[in-house]
């Protein structure tokens, strides 16, 4: 079985150095940007809606990444869309919302449908993002659901490009190996 997969003619698009773990599936309408990395048994399933996620993003072991599909329900459905480095804990759970640049999506946490997080963000580890929440950048969120606690600190912001970074240099060591992926 192949870890990046077609569906209904739509196949997923991987950006330039992007690695996908051979345990982890890419499904449909997925686009990943440059340098960006999906770790094992994490699911993007661009099935009904559309994907697209920035370059030097990083998908953690065992996240989900889901859409909400068009209905009667909710017209027009809600793609998922991640920006530019964008670390999404291990198990984190992101369906049909919004995550901006720099943000950081703790472990086990839950951003649902129509969630909007603004750049430089820190979502805490078991946060949840009700449906249609606006997480305002500059602050970290926690609990559930999730509410502003404070405001991110000078090293927390810098912290954003150097999470993301090593995850680069993480993934880049996996394809130096010749690491047989998806």
Excluded at 64 to 89: E, F, K, Q, R, W
Excluded at 92 to 116: E, F, P, Y
Excluded at 154 to 173: C, I, M, Q
Aim: hydrophobic content about 40%.
């Amino acid at each position: 079985m192949k870890s990046v997969r077609s569906y209904q003619g739509q196949t997923p698009t991987l950006g330039q150095r992007a690695f996908v773990d051979i345990s982890a599936v890419v499904i449909g309408d997925v686009q990943l940007g440059d340098d960006s990395s999906v770790w094992p048994l994490a699911v993007i399933r661009g099935d009904m809606h559309h994907i697209r996620i920035g370059a030097r993003t990083s998908v953690q072991d065992g996240a989900v990444l889901h859409i909400t599909h068009a209905s009667d329900y909710n017209p027009g459905g809600y793609p998922l869309i991640i920006g530019d480095d964008v670390t999404i804990g291990h198990q984190a759970m992101l369906h049909g919302c919004t995550i901006g640049n720099r943000v950081l999506v703790g472990m086990k946490s839950m951003i649902m449908d129509g969630a909007i997080v603004e750049d430089d963000v820190i979502v805490g580890a078991g946060a949840t993002v009700t449906p249609g929440k606006v997480l305002k950048s500059g602050w970290v969120y926690m609990g559930t659901p999730a509410k502003p606690v404070r405001e991110i600190t000078a090293k927390e912001r810098s912290f954003f490009t150097y999470g993301a970074g090593n995850y680069v240099k993480l993934k880049d060591k996996h394809l130096a190996e010749g690491y047989d992926q998806a």
